[in-house]
């Protein structure tokens, strides 16, 4: 089982976050950022404020921020600010969607063109982790 923390960031709920979300959990990982699990037909002042103190907190605990900002130029500052945020903690980030010049030449950083790109990632490190410790209990 994974030990790694992860805060999932996004300008709102949409299905590639909760995609992810899922698939990260079922590869072992935690999610601790918890903005995202309000009621499917809550999109009020959770949603739209879910920059908050608390869960700066939260992401503070963890090891990597997964971003998601699919949409040519549609970088809210509140998420470009969360990734400076992470970076500055020596948190990893995971940047999903267009390239944000400067932000990816830091080494901690890897970007990934769409939600389902980095899902597919998940899903085959998972597989690989399987193997090995399967190979390591037959010996």
């Given amino acids: 089982m994974r030990s790694d ?3 999932l960031d996004a300008p709102g709920r949409t299905q590639d ?3 992810l979300k899922w698939a990260l959990r079922a590869a072992g990982y935690t999610v601790a950022s918890m903005w995202h699990e309000t009621g499917a037909n809550d999109t009020g002042m959770a949603l ?3 920059w908050s103190t608390e869960e700066i907190e939260r992401l503070q605990r963890c090891d990597l921020l ?3 900002c699919e949409g040519p130029n549609k970088t809210p500052p509140e998420l470009a600010m969360m990734a400076g945020f992470a970076l500055a903690r020596g948190i990893k ?3 999903i969607g267009s390239p944000v010049q400067g932000l990816t030449q830091f080494r901690s950083v890897k970007q990934y063109n769409t939600a389902e790109e980095f899902r597919r990632e998940i899903v085959s490190r998972s597989f690989s982790e399987s193997i090995a410790v399967n190979e390591r209990v037959a010996a």
């Fill in 66 to 68: 997964v971003a998601i």
């Fill in 93 to 95: 980030v995971c940047w």
């Fill in 5 to 7: 923390i992860v805060y």
């Fill in 17 to 19: 976050l909760l995609n």
């Fill in 48 to 50: 739209r404020n879910h």
